[in-house]
């Protein structure tokens, strides 16, 4: 389908026709993290910690839902029934509301937002790579698979749609190899999750597949998501709503070799709507989750009226179908309602050594020349190869303002000059 030729003045534009179109002939398919099998550890708690961590503000380390009503401001949705979630202003940082922020719980997929936010920055989409078997060592039993086949090349490109479209951990794997391994890519994921502040995750593997000890919580999952926004690549692959994939290698009947490809969707529900989920209106990504243990996880970006929100979803008590997009598109909808009017309760930090003094509109430094990024960026220009798009994917988090870009920075807003990595 032709891209949108509407500019995006703003965060992104969001095209809710485009996302219906997509959606339409998107089959059903079960949750591609669930993994059954996948039960190495005991399954958390249903109590929260008396303690947990105040990184973002003493209110974010309290037990319970935390909001700070005032007048306009509207109550919080009661039908929400997650162990942990998260709302928060994606520009300024600003958490307008939780519910047990930083409760160290486990991941599932949503663990692979911080992979791709530790690893897109190391391989040109263009990279070709013949996977061997033991590229595929070590995936657990159960796992989500995008399909790939050993003996059969794939491009870092095609890797990125399979990890973000159909979370597979035959992907990660794959890159991880192509990284020095499992064990250097888990090492790599955990120090910069220390670097961006997210002390309540703990690393083990690199897919989120349930494994002892693996943990993170629904700031910290945040911190991941409004990191990863920062780069083109992230936002254009967690946006994407269908894409080719390359399939085997095989003879037609000519004797020639052909290889096929076959299309994969993203898992996202919130993206792609479901028998029962509508396409939400504003969503550009971020990525779903589901384990035995983690149950359904979920971290989303949208944007409504110049607002660019964030929301996670941890475990829901309730077992309904999708249960998770839907306590998420309600607590989008009240964040929506509420910005502007409710006061924070927290926010979300900068990573280490960010220089939080720089106003929007500061000057480029000695050295750096303008850059073409700092045009408005059109849905076209901004489209995934290989894929099509639900959204106008610039998600450019800082409202517009592009600033040192030449230099590799821009400002995410006034608490957050951010690193571009991209």
Same mark, same amino acid.
């Given at each position: ?20 179109? %997509?959606?339409? +002939? ?35 380390? $309290? ?17 929400? +029934? ?21 409760? @160290? %719980? ?12 530790? #690893? ?15 590229? #595929? ?21 095609? #890797? ?9 951990? !035959?992907?990660?794997?794959? $890159? ?52 990863? %926004?920062?780069?083109? !690549? ?23 070799? +052909? ?14 709507? !479901? ?34 929100? %964030? ?18 598109? @309600? ?11 409710? @006061? ?24 750096? *020349? ?7 960026? *059109? ?18 988090? *800082? ?5 040192? #870009? ?8 006034? @608490? ?7």
């Amino acid at each position: 389908m032709p891209d949108s030729k509407k500019t995006i003045k703003r965060s992104l534009l969001v095209t809710s026709a485009t996302l219906l179109t %997509l959606s339409l +002939t998107a089959p059903a398919f079960a949750d591609a993290d669930a993994s059954p099998e996948a039960s190495p550890s005991a399954s958390p708690s249903a109590t929260p910690p008396a303690n947990m961590s105040t990184v973002g503000g003493a209110q974010l380390g $309290l037990p319970g839902s935390q909001v700070n009503l005032g007048s306009g401001v509207p109550v919080l949705p009661k039908d929400v +029934t997650a162990r942990s979630w998260i709302v928060a202003d994606a520009e300024s940082g600003d958490v307008l509301a939780s519910h047990n922020a930083h409760w @160290r %719980l486990p991941p599932a997929s949503t663990l692979k937002m911080l992979f791709a936010d530790t #690893l897109l920055p190391k391989f040109p989409k263009s990279t070709a790579h013949k996977v061997v078997s033991s590229d #595929l060592a070590g995936i657990g039993s159960g796992s989500s698979m995008v399909g790939i086949k050993e003996n059969e090349t794939y491009s870092v490109h095609d #890797l990125w749609l399979g990890v973000f479209l159909r979370s597979g951990n !035959d992907a990660v794997h794959v $890159l991880s190899a192509m990284n020095g391994g499992v064990d250097q890519t888990v090492r790599d994921m955990q120090e910069h999750a220390d670097d961006l502040q997210a002390l309540d995750t703990n690393v083990v593997s690199p897919d989120g597949y349930d494994a002892s000890r693996q943990v993170s919580s629904a700031y910290d999952l945040t911190l991941f998501a409004r990191s990863g %926004l920062q780069k083109k !690549d992230f936002r254009e692959y967690c946006s994407t709503v269908r894409a080719k994939f390359p399939g085997g290698t095989a003879k037609n009947a000519k004797g020639r070799t +052909t290889r096929e490809s076959f299309e994969i969707q993203n898992t996202n529900r919130l993206l792609t709507g !479901d028998s029962d989920v509508t396409t939400y209106q504003g969503i550009a990504g971020v990525k779903n989750g589901n384990t035995t243990n983690a149950g359904a996880t979920f971290t989303g970006v949208a944007e409504r009226d110049g607002k660019v929100l %964030l929301v996670t979803v941890m475990n829901p008590e309730k077992s309904e179908h999708n249960e998770v997009y839907k306590e998420a598109a @309600r607590l989008l909808d009240w964040g929506f309602q509420a910005s502007g009017k409710a @006061r924070p309760v927290g926010e979300l930090v900068p990573p280490k050594g960010v220089d939080t003094s720089a106003q929007p509109g500061a000057t480029a430094s000695a050295g750096a *020349t303008p850059d073409a990024s700092k045009k408005p960026v *059109t849905a076209s220009s901004a489209s995934a190869k290989g894929g099509s798009s639900g959204v106008g994917i610039a998600l450019a988090i *800082t409202g517009g303002v592009l600033v040192l #870009l030449a230099a590799g920075v821009y400002l995410v807003n006034r @608490r957050w000059p951010g690193r571009s990595k991209s």
